[in-house]
Nanobody
C-alpha cells in the first residue's frame, strides 16, 4: 500500500497561484499513476488531473485545463499540482491519489487525507 500526504493548500485571492505537493511512501512510487481529485462543499468528488507512471502523459478536467499543471518527480516520490489563475469555484478539498491511470475514482486505490484550497473573490 502507498501512503500519501498532501501539502500546500491555503487561502488565496482570485487570480493567484498555489502549488500543491503530495509525498508518497510505501509501494514503489514509480509503478503508480498519480492524480488529483477535489470535493467542494455539497458536491461530488471530481477528477482534476492525472499523470502516468513515467510522467509522459497527463489528463485534465475541462474546468482546469490551461490553468493547472500536474507533474511528478520520481526521484523525490512526489507529485505536484501547479494551480494558476485560481477562481472561487476552485475552492475545495484536494486529494492526491495513486493507482491506475484514468479519470474515475475507481481507478485509484490510495487516497491522501486532503488539503483545503480556498479562493476568495
Amino acid at each position: 500500500q502507498v501512503q500519501l500526504v498532501e501539502s500546500g493548500g491555503g487561502l488565496v485571492q482570485a487570480g493567484a497561484s498555489l502549488r500543491l505537493s503530495c509525498a508518497a511512501s510505501g509501494r514503489t512510487f514509480s509503478s503508480s499513476a498519480m492524480g488529483w481529485f477535489r470535493q467542494a462543499p455539497g458536491k461530488e468528488r471530481e477528477f482534476v488531473a492525472a499523470i502516468t507512471r513515467g510522467g509522459g502523459s497527463t489528463n485534465y478536467a475541462d474546468s482546469v485545463k490551461g490553468r493547472f499543471t500536474i507533474s511528478r518527480d520520481n526521484a523525490k516520490n512526489t507529485i505536484y499540482l501547479q494551480m494558476n489563475s485560481l477562481k472561487p469555484e476552485d475552492t475545495a478539498v484536494y486529494y492526491c491519489v495513486a493507482g491506475q491511470y484514468g479519470r474515475l475514482r475507481s481507478s485509484y486505490d490510495a487516497w491522501g487525507q486532503g488539503t483545503q484550497v480556498t479562493v476568495s473573490s
